[in-house]
């Protein structure tokens, strides 16, 4: 029996943190507990039994947002304490392998930030660095920088922040919790690509980039805080003329495929990895609910969706050595599921 986390957007009462069971099994969902927060938890990540949540302000008086910290006691949240950020919504945190700070992504108004943390809460902000720049969306996703991803290289000598605003993904020395940014290190991308989250192979060398607005995968060799391109990949069909946004991406632990949801298309799309020099090869895509936001693939065996536009859950098989993704008829409602997260 897993335990997955959810975080919703659902409407009032219904917004929070849902606790799940899934049974692999009998592939069943079951809720276990709904924890109502104020804000929307927009981005959820567990470490060492903690629960770390970025929140998008709910607040019509633009004082709420901010991070929440909780412990997982047998599978139960606790809460350690809420930081509000006095109306700044994150979309993503990560936290550094010491456990002393917190680094988050503010999609609004298009910075990084980095807190401390203290016995596992939030002490106090640190720092927030804004982003500069635009880009020709048309639907004007990219009238300024709009931060949605940050993480650690492989080598945990750069913090990297996505920036779908500006087409670049900015690199941070982040010693002590300070930024610096190491200008030629900074990455800029194709005007338009709109850059979403950016993840790392299992051995460091390789980095996949998802790209919401061009709906794109771009493939690049990494070396000391360097990225060539090697690769773009499309993530939706050439024969696709519908609106489809792309959302999350992640490897599995394998390392042998990589998946990629579409919001409009309304997919999984699967590819297999080339261990040699990191590209990808697409399989075909796999239909799912109402534009999946994210997605979470447990043991290499099952992938949790959560199509926030249907309200639910959906549980699909992967046999990974035949390379079969399946998508089952359980599921389970939740409101407005938009991140899907496990303590492994």
């Given at each position: 029996?897993?335990?997955i986390?959810?975080?919703?957007?659902?409407?009032?009462?219904?917004?929070?943190?849902?606790i799940?069971k899934?049974?692999?099994?009998?592939?069943?969902?079951?809720?276990?507990?709904?924890?109502?927060?104020?804000?929307?938890?927009?981005?959820?990540?567990?470490?060492?039994?903690?629960l770390?949540?970025?929140?998008?302000?709910a607040?019509?008086?633009?004082?709420?947002?901010?991070?929440?910290?909780?412990?997982?006691?047998?599978?139960?949240?606790?809460?350690?304490?809420?930081?509000t950020?006095n109306?700044?919504?994150?979309?993503?945190?990560?936290?550094?392998?010491?456990?002393?700070?917190?680094?988050?992504?503010?999609?609004?108004?298009?910075s990084?930030?980095?807190?401390?943390?203290?016995?596992?809460?939030?002490?106090?902000?640190?720092?927030?660095?804004?982003?500069?720049?635009?880009?020709p969306?048309?639907?004007?996703?990219?009238?300024?920088?709009?931060?949605?991803?940050?993480?650690?290289?492989?080598?945990?000598?750069?913090?990297?922040?996505?920036?779908?605003?500006?087409?670049?993904v900015?690199?941070?020395?982040?010693?002590?919790?300070k930024?610096?940014?190491?200008?030629?290190r900074?990455?800029?991308?194709?005007?338009?690509?709109?850059?979403?989250?950016?993840?790392?192979?299992?051995?460091?060398?390789?980095?996949?980039?998802?790209?919401?607005?061009?709906?794109s995968?771009?493939?690049?060799?990494?070396?000391?805080?360097?990225?060539?391109?090697?690769?773009?990949?499309?993530?939706?069909?050439?024969?696709?003329?519908?609106?489809?946004?792309?959302a999350?991406?992640?490897?599995?632990?394998?390392?042998?495929?990589?998946?990629v949801s579409?919001?409009g298309?309304?997919?999984?799309?699967?590819?297999?990895?080339?261990?040699?020099?990191g590209?990808?090869?697409?399989?075909y895509?796999?239909?799912?609910?109402?534009?999946?936001?994210?997605?979470?693939?447990?043991?290499?065996?099952?992938?949790i969706?959560?199509?926030?536009?249907?309200?639910?859950?959906?549980?699909?098989?992967?046999?990974?050595?035949?390379?079969?993704?399946?998508?089952?008829?359980?599921?389970?409602?939740?409101?407005?599921?938009?991140c899907?997260?496990?303590?492994?």
């Amino acid at each position: 029996m897993k335990t997955i986390y959810i975080a919703s957007y659902g409407k009032a009462e219904k917004k929070g943190i849902y606790i799940v069971k899934f049974n692999e099994e009998t592939l069943e969902l079951s809720l276990s507990e709904h924890v109502l927060t104020a804000d929307f938890p927009a981005y959820l990540i567990t470490k060492d039994n903690t629960l770390f949540a970025a929140y998008k302000n709910a607040s019509s008086n633009n004082d709420g947002g901010g991070l929440g910290s909780f412990t997982i006691d047998d599978d139960k949240l606790i809460l350690n304490n809420n930081f509000t950020s006095n109306g700044r919504s994150y979309t993503h945190i990560c936290v550094s392998d010491d456990e002393q700070y917190a680094f988050v992504a503010n999609y609004h108004t298009g910075s990084t930030a980095s807190y401390a943390l203290k016995d596992k809460r939030i002490d106090h902000k640190i720092s927030a660095v804004r982003h500069t720049g635009l880009g020709p969306d048309l639907l004007k996703r990219q009238t300024g920088p709009h931060v949605h991803n940050v993480g650690f290289t492989p080598d945990h000598k750069y913090l990297y922040a996505v920036d779908l605003g500006a087409d670049k993904v900015v690199m941070y020395y982040y010693g002590n919790g300070k930024l610096i940014e190491a200008e030629d290190r900074t990455l800029s991308v194709v005007a338009g690509s709109g850059p979403r989250h950016m993840i790392f192979s299992k051995d460091g060398h390789f980095a996949y980039l998802v790209n919401e607005i061009a709906n794109s995968i771009m493939v690049f060799r990494y070396t000391e805080g360097h990225y060539n391109l090697t690769q773009v990949m499309r993530t939706v069909p050439h024969h696709f003329k519908g609106f489809s946004a792309a959302a999350a991406i992640r490897l599995t632990s394998s390392g042998k495929h990589l998946m990629v949801s579409n919001r409009g298309h309304d997919s999984i799309a699967l590819y297999r990895v080339n261990q040699t020099n990191g590209k990808l090869s697409l399989l075909y895509m796999v239909h799912t609910g109402k534009e999946p936001r994210d997605f979470n693939i447990i043991d290499d065996k099952y992938i949790i969706v959560g199509a926030q536009n249907d309200d639910k859950l959906q549980v699909m098989t992967f046999d990974e050595a035949n390379e079969k993704l399946l998508l089952t008829e359980q599921e389970l409602s939740i409101p407005q599921p938009v991140c899907i997260t496990i303590n492994e």
